[in-house]
């Protein structure tokens, strides 16, 4: 999954700080990984907004940390809003207002 805007990676070390900016928190896990043979004190995963998503002294481990991740990602995506595309207020996945159902057996006649 692409993040917006980048994501940092920050490898502290006793003798200083390291950052590096990739595209998506998949590469900055690889990053992680990698970086635990080269044995800095912390390294951090930095969202597009500043926020810490990973932090390899509070959090712990990569591998953990990404499964956790990716099981989020899923809940979110599968609990993602219905958008209306005909704005109708009370349409929603679990009840398709009249114009969305019309859509969806459309698109399902030409998946056919
Ligand atoms: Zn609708």
Known sequence: MREPGG???V??????REQERVRSIEDAVERVREA????PI???????????????????????????WRLQKRRIAAGSVHEC???????S???LCVEC????????AGAV
């Open 101 to 108: 159902k019309i859509d969806r057996e459309r698109e399902r």
């Open 11 to 16: 490898k502290l070390y006793e003798s200083g």
């Open 42 to 68: 912390c390294v951090k995963i930095v969202a597009r907004d500043g926020s810490v998503v990973y932090d390899s002294e509070a959090t712990g481990d990569i591998d953990a940390w990404e499964a956790e």
């Open 93 to 95: 996945e679990e009840s």
């Open 85 to 91: 595309p005909h704005e109708d207020p009370g349409c």
């Open 36 to 39: 635990r043979s080269e044995g």
């Open 7 to 9: 994501v940092r990676v």
